[in-house]
């Protein structure tokens, strides 16, 4: 099946500190979505990106669709504690009209205060 | 907006009952809404696509007698884990589509542990 490589897998970065992560995919996708999940809960939406070369910030989070519509990247600037958590990124395959997503594996984010 | 509640957020039973999850969008209709099941320590996997007024789609490898899905009105969609065991103990979350952004919003997820 179609699959998103995610990296990294974890990261265990000091507070203050610059995160980023990265889906790339050999397949075309039409739309990417970032979500974070904390521990027994439901993904939340950071972000939404719908077009080639499209950068979108929300707050201290910046993400990129990529040019060529196979990859995307996630920013966190300046980390606090609260980042913790897992990211995950998802996308819709280009002419898919089922709405479904395909996830990442997630990257894994700890924060040392 | 775009809230999606999710029911129960805890639920344990005995082996052979069933037991039902609730997905409800709060405030949009959704005609289309999703069910995963996650693994600790694992990405969300698709088991059935939701359609409002239309029999549930499956993927593969899921069995469509265990996991009965119901989506009988625009903003409720039901999973009913049918003569569950312990194997289908699991993490299981819905979400719903907001079809003018293309985007699936998701529940807060049910916690199902079988003995």
């Known amino acids: 099946g179609q699959q998103l490589n995610q990296s990294p897998q974890s990261m265990f970065i000091q507070e203050g500190e610059d995160v980023s992560m990265n889906c790339t995919s050999s397949s075309i996708f039409n739309t990417w979505l970032w979500y974070k999940q904390d521990p027994g809960e439901g993904p939340v939406l950071l972000i939404a990106?719908?077009?080639?070369?499209e950068l979108t910030s929300n707050g201290r989070l910046t993400a990129q669709f990529g040019i060529t519509r196979k990859d995307s990247f996630l920013n966190i600037s300046a980390s606090i504690p609260s980042d913790v958590g897992i990211y995950f990124c998802?996308?819709?395959?280009?002419?898919?009209?089922?709405?479904?997503?395909?996830f990442g594996s997630g990257t894994r984010l700890l924060v040392r205060p | 907006g775009a809230v999606v509640s999710q029911h129960p957020s805890w639920v344990i039973c005995k082996s052979g009952t069933s037991v039902k999850i609730e997905c409800r969008s709060l405030?949009?209709?959704?005609?289309?809404m999703f069910w995963y099941r996650q693994f600790p320590k694992q990405s969300l996997m698709l088991m059935a696509t939701?359609?409002?007024?239309?029999?549930?789609?499956?993927e593969q490898g899921v069995e469509k007698d265990k996991f009965l899905i119901n989506h009988a009105s625009l903003t409720l969609s039901t999973l009913t884990v049918t003569s569950a065991h312990p194997e289908d103990s699991s993490f299981y979350i819905c979400?719903?589509?907001?079809?003018?952004?293309?985007?699936?919003?998701f529940g807060a997820g049910t916690r199902l542990s079988v003995l």
């Open positions: 405030d949009f209709q959704a005609t289309t």
């Open positions: 990106l719908y077009k080639a070369g």
């Open positions: 939701s359609n409002e007024g239309s029999k549930a789609t499956y």
């Open positions: 998802a996308g819709q395959l280009l002419g898919d009209s089922s709405y479904k997503l395909i």
């Open positions: 979400s719903a589509v907001v079809l003018a952004k293309n985007i699936q919003y």
